[in-house]
């Protein structure tokens, strides 16, 4: 079965940056060919999305919240999706998580919203970020 897996999440200062990255577990996904996004839960609370970008990179669309502090990009020689954060403020642990589909499109903030609806259909296990003095 296909898999997405997510790496560097960690225990992180208030201010510091942290760098997220997404790939495929197996190679019958060819992460490059299609549109991502990311996710995060913190325990207690709904399931929210960050950000998407289309299958090349052109295109890239933002939650509010995440606009000033959040980047995500896509390097596709590397089959890979990040997610930059940028001077995070102290936070609850919550667990990002990478989602794609082969079905997939990032045209716009709905897959933020609905990403099932908008065919983001395969996710990651997650990786836990914990902004904390």
């Known amino acids: 079965q296909v898999e997405l897996v997510e790496s560097g999440g960690g225990l992180v200062q208030p201010g510091e940056s942290l760098t997220l990255s997404c790939r495929a577990s197996?190679?019958?996904?060819?992460?490059?060919?299609?549109?991502a996004a990311w996710f995060r839960q913190a325990p207690g609370k709904e399931r929210e999305g960050i950000s998407c970008?289309?299958?090349?990179?052109?295109?890239?669309f933002s939650v509010e919240f995440a606009q000033d502090r959040f980047t995500i990009s896509r390097d596709n020689s590397r089959n890979t999706v990040s997610l930059q954060m940028h001077n995070l403020p102290p936070n609850a642990p919550a667990v990002y998580f990478c989602?794609?589909?082969?079905?997939?499109?990032?045209?716009?903030?709905?897959?933020?919203?609905?990403?099932?609806?908008?065919?983001?259909?395969?996710w990651g296990q997650g990786t836990q970020v914990t902004v904390s003095s």
């Open positions: 989602v794609s589909g082969t079905r997939a499109k990032c045209r716009g903030y709905g897959p933020l919203y609905y990403p099932r609806q908008f065919v983001f259909d395969i």
């Open positions: 197996h190679s019958g996904l060819t992460l490059a060919y299609y549109s």
């Open positions: 970008i289309d299958h090349n990179g052109d295109k890239s």
